[in-house]
């Protein structure tokens, strides 16, 4: 007989009475029932109830250990009663009697509790992971993870993509975060980069000829912190085309993407294959507020700014008479609603940083609200007649510049529509959204920079950079958004030197600059590059999204918490003086605001 068991904990069924079996795992539960222990054995697999009384030499000892102690029980398979049959377990119509225990490793008191699935605090289970590990919930979202993983695999290779790995130390690129720096011992005062994403590499590959190429990909990130991303690192499905249209790609990756979703969404209904609605940026904007839209709310946006040209309601009249915009947010069916949830929804706007949200209620036909009573009944009639409003519902306003507005109207159509029950809980909605800016305004620093991926081919090419106003031009650049979150990023690429230097040069790169910073593919570009495209998907995501998680640690093995700290390893930790010394560096102390050194 093998020496830890002869079946896993989730093997065992009726076919088994009466044979004697030895199974490992670790003690789940313990139940007294005076004089009669019951354990629940656990191991990956799953759980068989173990029973020991006063006849087995096994009683004394499973007594005196604490719940997750690792044990090898050795007994007798019995048919359970068939009022204590638990349709529940797989192994639920049999327990074993244990004739004999060996103790392979005693627990000490639990930190925090395994069997229990109710909240505990974030820093003592990332701290003990392991045990957090253990927990069903998690344990399962992980295993869900490694079968997502492996399905994206297969579908890739059916699609005719080969997987290759690019390096992990290489150089610094412009993916719009800070880099993680490695320092070189051989090369004092240089550095290596981890990279931000592979996206050099499967370029180089293409002009390589490899044709298609995919990784699940690690990339890592010196964020701040944020809520819809781990912080330092993240897994994403890397992929690259050769001779591709953007079309194309999109052809190629709706079968791969819905197929895996398809796969694990259970009943829940995904958006088909050949289906997935194609969004221009500025309509997403307009119409959501966001880039990322969550399709299963069927609020709609719209910009009302010319009802209020000449108005009685002075307010939004001054505001679009400053060249800022007025937005409208439809409130369907609330005329049982109380004054208080309008009222509710003005200061959930002044929490968030803004002056408020106005609203116009509606009940029976009779307008409410001082902006329906300055703006007038006709006025508020033309208006619900071009947004086909109903006489029973109400209507929210954003208003102010047309960023503030679009972010403003965004927030408040996903808190309207969560408050009103309008969100299909039942449905993953994909959608590919189009023509992004290639380059956008930075108000802070008053300069040009690049809107997403300076690699990207602008629409128009060259003489679109040399002919156009840069904040007008738009590139082959896509997005993949379900349920609210941009799972995907993509675009076809710029291949051709010229109109690579010509790109960098609008945001203040020389040629030389080009030419030191991008070398490897600013050279490849000259000796004959494909046109090619491709795209990443946000494997953490897409996972967190299948399993019904709200969070990305609760589908990661070992994340870090918001603070970029490894509370189980103890990371970052200062180096050793001889270390240090070894990669010619010293530590500088950083400077409090006072000026001192903290």
């Known amino acids: 007989m093998h020496p830890y068991r002869t079946h896993t904990c989730a093997q065992l069924s009726l076919a088994e009475v009466g044979q ?19 354990i629940d054995l656990r191991d990956h697999y799953g759980i068989t109830q173990i029973v020991a009384d006063g006849d087995s030499a096994a009683l004394p000892v499973l007594e005196g250990l604490r719940a997750e102690s690792v044990v090898t029980i050795e007994g007798e ?45 974030e820093d003592i289970r990332l701290k003990y992971r392991f045990l957090d590990l253990r927990r069903e919930s998690l344990h399962r979202n992980i295993m869900t993870r490694v079968a997502i993983v492996a399905d994206m695999r297969a579908r890739m290779a059916a699609a005719g993509f080969n997987e290759f790995s690019t390096p992990i130390l290489t150089a610094s690129s412009p993916e719009g ?3 993680f720096l490695v320092p070189s011992r051989i090369h004092p005062g240089k550095f290596y980069a981890l990279p931000q994403a592979p996206q050099q590499y499967k370029q180089l590959l293409m002009v390589a000829g490899f044709d298609r190429y995919f990784q699940i990909a690690p990339c890592f990130r010196d964020e701040d912190p944020r809520a819809d991303r781990l912080p330092g690192e993240f897994y994403q499905l890397d992929l690259e085309m050769s001779f591709v249209t953007q079309e194309e790609v999109w052809e190629t990756m709706e079968p791969v993407i819905q197929g895996t979703f398809a796969a694990f969404a259970g009943d829940k209904h995904v958006t088909p294959a050949g289906a997935f609605p194609r969004i221009p940026y500025e309509e997403a904007m307009l119409k959501y507020g966001t880039d990322k839209p969550d399709l299963r709310n069927p609020l709609i946006i719209s ?11 002075g307010l939004f009249e001054k505001i679009v008479a400053s060249g800022g915009v007025v937005r409208a947010i439809p409130a369907p069916g609330t005329h049982e609603k109380s004054r208080k949830f309008f009222d509710d929804m003005n200061d959930w706007a002044r929490s968030q940083g803004y002056a408020g949200l106005g609203y116009v209620t509606r009940k029976g036909g009779e307008f409410g609200g001082p902006i329906a009573k300055n703006h007038g009944a006709e006025g508020m009639a033309r208006l619900y007649g071009e947004l086909g409003l109903g006489e029973n519902d109400g209507l929210f306003f954003a208003a102010g510049k047309q960023a503030d507005a679009a972010k403003l109207a965004g927030a408040a159509r996903i808190r309207i529509g969560e408050e009103l029950g309008l969100v299909d809980e039942n449905r993953f909605a994909l959608a590919w959204i189009v023509d992004f800016p290639f380059y956008e305004w930075n108000e802070e620093e008053q300069r040009i920079e690049f809107s997403h991926n300076p690699f990207s081919m602008p629409q128009g090419g060259l003489e679109a950079l040399t002919s156009e106003d840069p904040l007008s031009i738009k590139a082959y650049q896509y997005d993949l958004v379900c349920n609210g979150y941009e799972i995907a990023s993509g675009s076809i690429r710029n291949h051709s030197p010229e109109t690579m230097v010509k790109a960098f040069e609008i945001v203040g790169l020389s040629r030389s600059d080009v030419e030191e910073r991008f070398g490897g593919l600013y050279r490849a570009f000259q000796y004959g590059a494909p046109p090619h495209g491709g795209m990443a998907a946000g494997v953490d995501r897409i996972v967190m999204l299948l399993c019904g998680a709200k969070n990305l640690r609760e589908v990661s093995l070992f994340p870090m918490n918001q603070r970029a700290e490894d509370l189980l390893m103890g990371a970052p930790s200062p180096a050793e003086p001889k270390a240090l010394r070894e990669l010619h560096l010293r530590v500088v102390a950083p400077v409090a605001k006072d000026g001192q050194s903290s």
């Open 177 to 179: 975060a800070r880099d």
């Open 20 to 38: 004697t079996v030895r199974l490992s795992g670790w003690i789940h539960r313990k139940r007294d029932h005076g004089g009669v222990l019951f």
């Open 77 to 121: 398979v019995k048919a359970r009663l068939a009022e204590t049959v638990n349709p529940n377990l797989a192994t639920g119509q049999i327990e074993v009697f244990a004739r004999s225990v060996t103790v392979q490793s005693a627990a000490e008191e639990l930190p925090m509790p395994v069997a229990d699935e109710q909240p505990y605090p």
């Open 303 to 313: 910009d009302v700014s010319h009802h209020f040209t000449q108005s009685g309601f």
